[in-house]
């Protein structure tokens, strides 16, 4: 008898789910929902197991189908050494992958992972039920609409699928995952939403959802969102919320309409106060009166991709957005004492010295207050994104599938980011968990907890005022250190700044962080824990 299962009944094998795990992945979720629903043994391992782990759990599995799901399109190779290493043992089952960059280079995923059956492209629910039922039955799995499979020497593939045409009718996604803790609160994801209506030029998230037929964006419910939260909420004692949409309905008249109607709901489940949520938006989105709703309704923080703090930047970057508007944006939820967090590519294609020092002076105007924690990239041409197609027509391109990249017109600002981004990650600076720029940013998410989700704590505006100082102190460093390297390599003045004592800087500012946060946190620790009493489930 085979060791890896095959006697079973082939209806009763299980299906094995690989991806990242890490925070939650509400696409594998979705997945695993949707089969158990159709009463089928799903199991779900993490990509980052170790990879003798995960052989030995398929192995265990002996399942009928394996799926694994590409988010980050850097991955493919270590899928694909994951993908041998699973042939090499003896796993012999249909394997299919899902995911971004499957779905938009559906050809080069199965050229570099020649022991994939299969590919399923976009929203992959239904089209992943209908295989496994296929293979179950020993019916033929190429028929399945949503597919790209290999067939002599060549690619083919079944018509493709259209969207999910309503969310609410997929069963809430599994959420087998611990939540993460911010001060005993527990926060998860959801989802309210799925695609979006702009095409900005780096991103892929469009094309995912413009080539396959249906409507791009859809909305749940409100109503349908709320009951979710409030399932959480009652059955995990879930109160922090953080919405992946990719641009939460907020924008023109019937999407505003949306989240009023949601704010709305939350009052009527009587929500607010007793939980908190996060959001990503646009920042032409962001409206006063609105906005002010939505916070009274528990709206506690929002991420922005603000991206450039040039116009030419914001052009190349097809943002459709003014700088005018990006700070406006900023300036109306710092009035509103909503916190922000923000995306930025101080680097595109079309990168000056002159547009560095715009963004600097623009990252210096919206973070110069300590109000966020200061934080840049490098814009990266992603498969299926404009940019990477216009980069590839006048030859610029470089790089592959896991480190793409290109040059930048002006030699020079080549050997400044080389620079640049040497710096900044010898000093553990901006990238890595432990890092400075997420750490002060967690260090305001946890204020921001404070804030909202216990009663008033003696002090909190002291400590808000030290928080911001640090903050402050640690952007004005990070743009001086940009500011030096850029006029090392422009001007050719001054010399670089020296890593080691950068990283000495830094790792006191991290010091002083971290002894601020626990001297308070400890000062109140009783008042802190009494009031999270009532919401341990
Ligand atoms: C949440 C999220 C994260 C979370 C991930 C949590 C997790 N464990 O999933 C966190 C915060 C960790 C994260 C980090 C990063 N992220 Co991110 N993230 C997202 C985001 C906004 C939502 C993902 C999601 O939940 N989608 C909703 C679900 C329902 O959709 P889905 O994942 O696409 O899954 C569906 C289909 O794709 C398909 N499918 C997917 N997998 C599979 C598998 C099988 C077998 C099948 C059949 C089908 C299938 O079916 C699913 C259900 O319909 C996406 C954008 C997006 N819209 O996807 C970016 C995105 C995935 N992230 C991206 C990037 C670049 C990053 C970072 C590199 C950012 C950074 N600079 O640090 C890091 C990388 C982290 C790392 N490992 O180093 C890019 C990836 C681009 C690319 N081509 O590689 C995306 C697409 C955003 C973008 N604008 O381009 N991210
Ligand atoms: S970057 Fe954001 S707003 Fe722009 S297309 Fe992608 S998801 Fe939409």
Request: charged content about 30%; overall charge negative.
């Given at each position: 008898m085979p060791d890896d299962g095959s006697w079973c009944p082939r209806a009763q094998r299980p299906v094995v789910l690989v991806g990242f795990?890490?925070?939650?992945?509400l696409g594998l979720g979705y997945l695993a929902s949707v089969l158990r629903a159709a009463g089928h043994d799903v199991r779900l391992l993490d990509i980052e197991l170790p990879v003798s782990d995960i052989v030995a759990a398929v192995r265990t599995a002996a399942p009928l189908l394996v799926g694994f799901s590409l988010i980050?399109?850097?991955?493919i190779r270590r899928y694909g050494e994951l993908i041998d290493l699973l042939r090499a043992a003896g796993i012999t089952c249909h394997f299919t992958m899902g995911g971004h960059y499957p779905s938009l280079s559906a050809r080069q995923t199965l050229a570099a992972v020649p022991a994939l059956d299969s590919v399923v492209r976009f929203e992959g629910e239904i089209t992943l039920r209908e295989l496994t039922e296929s293979i179950a039955a020993g019916r033929?799995?190429?028929?399945?609409?949503g597919l790209v499979y290999r067939s002599d020497d060549d690619i083919a593939s079944s018509p493709t699928r259209a969207l999910v045409?309503?969310?609410?009718?997929?069963?809430?996604?599994?959420?087998?995952f611990l939540p993460e803790v911010v001060l005993g609160h527990r926060a998860m994801p959801l989802l309210a939403s799925r695609g979006c209506a702009r095409t900005c030029s780096f991103c892929s998230i469009h094309t995912f959802y413009r080539t396959a037929?249906?409507?791009v964006v859809r909305t749940r419910r409100p109503a349908e969102v709320v009951r979710e939260m409030r399932h959480l909420h009652e059955?995990?004692?879930?109160t922090i919320f953080l919405f992946q949409d990719?641009?939460?309905?907020?924008?023109?008249k019937k999407w505003r309409a949306w989240a009023s109607d949601f704010v709305d709901e939350l009052h009527r489940a009587d929500l607010p106060g007793r939980v908190i949520w996060k959001i990503n938006c646009r920042a032409?989105?962001?409206?006063e009166a609105l906005f002010s709703r939505m916070r009274d309704a528990g709206l506690y923080i929002v991420y922005m991709g603000?991206?450039?703090?040039t116009e030419e930047g914001l052009t190349v970057l097809n943002k459709g957005i003014t700088v005018e508007q990006n700070l406006s944006a900023v300036a109306t939820l710092k009035r509103l004492g909503i916190m922000f967090e923000f995306g930025f590519m101080l680097?595109?294609?079309?990168?000056?010295f002159a547009s560095v020092r715009g963004n600097l002076a623009f990252l210096e105007e919206i973070v110069g207050d300590g109000s966020a924690a200061a934080t840049f990239c490098k814009m990266l041409p992603y498969d299926g994104t404009p940019i990477k197609e216009a980069l590839e027509r006048s030859g610029r391109l470089k790089g592959d599938v896991c480190a793409p990249d290109y040059d930048f017109l002006d030699p020079r600002l080549d050997a400044f980011y080389a620079a640049l981004a040497r710096i900044v990650d010898i000093t553990g600076?901006?990238?890595?968990?432990?890092a400075l720029t997420p750490q002060l940013n967690w260090a305001w998410n946890e204020l921001a907890v404070l804030r909202t989700l216990f009663p008033p704590v003696p002090g909190l505006e002291t400590y808000d005022a030290r928080l911001r100082r640090l903050t402050a102190e640690a952007n004005a460093m990070l743009i001086g250190v940009v500011h030096d390297v850029a006029r090392v390599f422009d001007d050719g003045v001054g010399e670089l700044p020296a890593a080691h004592i950068l990283r000495k800087h830094c790792n006191q500012t991290l010091e002083r962080l971290i002894s601020e946060r626990n001297a308070f946190i400890s000062r109140h620790k009783d008042m802190l824990l009494q009031a999270l009493a009532p919401i341990t489930v």
């Open positions: 795990q890490a925070q939650g992945n980050f399109q850097f991955y033929e799995w190429r028929d399945v609409p045409e309503d969310l609410d009718n997929l069963p809430y996604p599994e959420r087998n037929p249906g409507k059955d995990r004692g879930i990719d641009d939460f309905p907020l924008f023109g032409d989105a962001v409206e603000l991206e450039s703090g680097l595109d294609p079309s990168s000056s600076w901006i990238h890595g968990n432990r």
